[in-house]
């Protein structure tokens, strides 16, 4: 691995994988001795926690639970 231009290092596929790392993951960047540590953010959000955090409170329906629920049953109102 070497490091490029602008400091950025390509973390190899294999291990992204077997960490779940991904686009967009939060990692953290500590100094240990003489090493550098990438560790993902425990504390950061999901993607999926993002988009729910974003989504919530943003809806205008007016209809019940029960209401909404016969609909995607399709059944009479």
């Known amino acids: 691995m070497k490091v490029r231009e602008k400091g ?3 973390i190899p596929k294999d291990l992204r994988d077997r960490l ?3 686009e ?3 990692v953290t960047v500590v100094i240990e001795g003489d090493a550098i540590v990438i560790r993902k ?14 989504m919530s409170g943003r809806g205008d329906v007016t209809m019940s639970t ?3 629920m016969a609909l995607t ?5």
């Open 41 to 54: 953010d425990p504390q950061a959000q999901t993607r999926g926690q993002a988009l729910a955090q974003r």
């Open 73 to 77: 049953r399709g059944e009479p109102a």
């Open 20 to 22: 779940g790392i991904g």
């Open 66 to 68: 029960d209401e909404i």
């Open 24 to 26: 967009g993951t939060a």
């Open 8 to 10: 950025q290092v390509t």
